[in-house]
């Protein structure tokens, strides 16, 4: 073979350019493939997506591409779909081809993976060797008893002590503990295939019958049996090779979820896609998806961008939440990327919820661009909605914040030897830490937020930043030492209901206490053994979950998101609401529900009671549609900030009358405002909204916005971003 001559290829780079790079490559390459050239003084891996194209740079300005990797990291499709979201987002191209490719894959030099472990006992590991370790040391002792009890992985270490290696070294010195390779196997039951009822099979059949592109939405009550009938249709689409991409909320893909999964489709390779996995096994999935090995890949807001080899429908769960959009960087929605990749493919897309967002329901009902279907009945036999009751929250400092009525109804479910769940969604002691006689609270130093009262680590904490410090003992303005810590969050929750119910087992869950998803895994293996009779927790429980002993499901302290200022704040609160309350009652033993309130009268909390989304919906959208506000116009939003506030304002000022000077008449340009939190981790923020009725003419008007803030050099020492589609005020 004649050696190749030298051509052109240009090249994507993980920079925040919005262009592609020219590269002189004298070897063969193909589209997509990973190549390693110099960028500035450094080294980077990029990704060719063009190959014996022209330059405008002079011979002598092109360098060479210095090595040619085996890995093809693009195909043309979702080239494609990056460029889309590319321009939809206004985030750099580079930038967002490389979003998603594992960063493994990107090494300049070639590393060694990481494997896991597992730690077991020795023979000399007993009783009277662990009484033999000073007591002194108690992370030792901890961590020589645990493995004693049972052997242990590395990542169940880890919860233990950040030292973890070193304790476990030490006893590997002792001769107490032998360390080996492991491979995470599992033995899963084959289950048995349901039987659709008529409403399921109606819409499977309708679903199955799509020739291409279509949109569904399957708006389903809690435990109606949505995950049936996406299990039913994947059998159908993974026959011939296919795959099916099934997109599912941050907290949604617990290990509970793969195993009803991998059960299902014993005979098919199941995997799952998240931030959690190690970056070996991450790279190991996506290569499966990639060379289509793996048919059923479940997955996180970023699986929507992995290359599969044949994706014959993309199934989204849950639809409305939040965690689908990603908050930073390329702040992209995983739904709208989703149906774009599906239309592009010409695939089905299916959306399933009890609560769809208004923005789905308004397309669904009112604009017909996703089929809807209703699934109206719980599918378990004899199970039925939990009966919901408001009850007026007249506590009082004796009681401590938890109503009489809530009290026997507690008594009464733990005498039916059924388990509990209290929600209250707030992390800590409590959110407050108050002075009353002058009204000073403790708060953060770097952001505009109180401090949270964390009892459990004694200490002060911003829920934002992370600051931590020692809970004051005396007002720092007039030195009253009679703190009070306001509000309850879970800790306090927990007290007091430990102290009520000092029989009861009662456990706490929420973001401190559960930290990984084998933490998570081992909280429902203690539900189902019957080692929990009281869940104390956060949103963290609000899924997709069966606890089929859960009869009781009490909410406190929900009345807050009636006074936010953010629009989407009652939709919020409604569907957290009617997920948490669909926890109860999905076996055969009715559930209960009791929602602790100030102002049981509330339409909202009314529409709960009534399990009725359909007309919380309607209400809704009417009053979207008065405000002008989304689904009724498209909104971007510029967010800017700086350490120093005048900076940050007279730039905001400064591209506010920018704007405004933008001739376009579809777009209008809000006021620059500060948003809720105006301060954050030393920053001083201001955002500008933009709303219009037209996608594509908000789309050229930020082009035309971008390029003007470019070009006056003096505007770029602030940090600035924009969000289309923004979900958080
Ligand atoms: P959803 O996803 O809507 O919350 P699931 O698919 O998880 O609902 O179903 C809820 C419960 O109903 C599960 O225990 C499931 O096994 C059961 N189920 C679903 N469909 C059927 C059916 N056709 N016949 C019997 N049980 C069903
Ligand atoms: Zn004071
Ligand atoms: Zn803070």
Same mark, same amino acid.
């Given at each position: ?67 040619? !990797? ?21 985030? +750099? ?60 992985? !590395? ?87 296919? *795959? ?11 290990? *509970? ?8 489709? &014993? ?11 190690? *970056? ?26 992995? +290359? ?8 989204? !769960? ?38 769809? &967002? ?143 119910? &000092? ?17 998570? !895994? ?208």
């Amino acid at each position: 073979m004649n050696p190749k001559e030298t051509s052109i290829v240009k090249v994507a780079i993980d920079v925040p350019i919005d262009d592609f790079f020219d590269y002189q490559c004298e070897e063969n390459v193909a589209f997509g493939q990973a190549v390693l050239v110099p960028f500035g003084s450094r080294k980077v891996i990029g990704i060719v997506v063009e190959i014996d194209s022209s330059t405008e740079l002079e011979a002598h300005q092109i360098k060479k591409i210095i090595r040619v !990797d085996d890995d093809i990291l693009l195909n043309e499709e979702l080239f494609k779909l990056f460029k889309f979201v590319s321009s939809y987002y206004h985030y +750099p191209i580079g930038q967002t081809i490389h979003i998603a490719v594992p960063s493994n894959l990107k090494k300049t030099e070639k590393v060694l993976n990481k494997k896991s472990y597992i730690y077991e006992a020795t023979d000399l590991l007993n009783k009277s060797a662990i009484d033999q370790i000073s007591a002194r040391k108690k992370n030792l002792i901890e961590i020589a008893k645990v493995i004693f009890k049972e052997k242990q992985t !590395d990542e169940a270490l880890k919860m233990i002590s950040i030292n973890w290696k070193k304790y476990v070294k030490e006893l590997i010195t002792l001769n107490f503990v032998r360390e080996r390779e492991y491979q995470k196997t599992k033995i899963i039951q084959k289950t048995t295939v349901l039987k659709l009822n008529q409403e399921q099979s109606e819409i499977y059949e309708k679903i199955i019958a799509a020739q291409g592109f279509e949109a569904f939405l399957i708006y389903g009550i809690t435990g109606s049996g949505k995950t049936e009938v996406y299990m039913h249709l994947i059998e159908q689409y993974v026959k011939n090779n296919g *795959q099916v991409l099934i997109l599912v909320p941050e907290i949604n893909l617990t290990p *509970q979820l793969e195993d009803r999964f991998t059960s299902r489709f &014993s005979n098919y390779l199941v995997i799952s896609l998240h931030s959690q996995l190690t *970056q070996k096994k991450r790279l190991e999935n996506w290569e499966q998806a990639k060379n289509g090995k793996a048919q059923i890949i479940i997955g996180t807001r970023l699986s929507v961008f992995t +290359p599969f080899k044949n994706l014959r429908a993309i199934i989204m !769960d849950e639809e409305q939440d939040l965690s689908f959009k990603q908050h930073d960087k390329l702040r992209y929605h995983a739904r709208d990327v989703a149906m774009m990749r599906a239309k592009l493919l010409n695939i089905p897309f299916i959306a399933g919820s009890a609560t769809p &967002s208004i923005e789905i329901w308004q397309r669904s009902v009112n604009e017909n661009k996703l089929l809807l279907h209703k699934l109206s009945e719980r599918a378990v036999k004899d199970a039925t909605l939990p009966k919901i009751n408001l009850i007026k929250d007249e506590t009082n400092k004796e009681n401590e914040g938890i109503s009489e009525y809530v009290i026997s109804a507690i008594k009464h479910h733990l005498d039916l030897r059924q388990q509990i769940l209290i929600f209250i969604n707030r992390r800590g002691y409590a959110p407050v830490l108050f002075c009353s006689s002058c009204g000073w609270y403790a708060n953060c130093s770097r952001c505009s937020s109180k401090l949270v009262v964390h009892r459990s680590k004694q200490h002060l904490r911003c829920h934002h930043c992370d600051y931590q410090r020692e809970i004051d003992t005396s007002c720092k303005v007039c030195g009253n030492v009679d703190l009070m810590s306001l509000g309850s969050g879970t800790q306090k929750v927990e007290e007091r209901i430990s102290k009520l119910f &000092s029989k009861a087992l009662v456990r706490r869950v929420d973001r401190d206490t559960i930290k990984t998803k084998a933490s998570l !895994d081992a909280l429902y293996q203690d539900m189902s053994d019957k080692k929990i009779d009281i869940l104390v927790g956060t949103q963290m429980l609000s899924k997709g979950h069966d606890f089929p002993n859960l009869s009781l499901v009490v909410v406190l302290d929900s009345d807050n998101a009636l006074y936010s200022s953010d629009f989407r704040a009652s939709e919020r609160l409604f569907s957290q609401l009617v997920q948490v309350a669909g926890r109860a009652g999905r076996g055969s033993i009715p559930g209960e529900v009791v929602i602790q309130t100030n102002f049981p009268e509330h339409p909202l909390y009314q529409s709960v009671k009534n399990q009725d989304y359909e007309s919380f919906a309607s209400e809704e959208i009417s009053l979207r549609k008065e405000l002008n506000f989304p689904p009724f116009c498209f909104q971007a939003v510029l967010r800017a900030e700086s350490k120093n506030k005048k900076n940050v304002k007279d730039f905001i000022n400064h591209l506010y009358s920018m704007a405004k000077q933008i001739n376009t008449e579809d777009v209008e340009v809000f006021h620059p405002v500060q948003p809720f939190l105006d301060r954050l981790k030393g920053f001083e923020r201001y955002q500008i909204y933009f709303h219009s009725k037209n996608r594509s003419s908000l789309n050229k008007f930020l082009n035309v916005l971008k390029v003007e803030i470019h070009a006056n050099k003096h505007l770029n020492r602030i940090k600035w971003n924009l969000d289309v589609d923004p979900v958080d005020f």
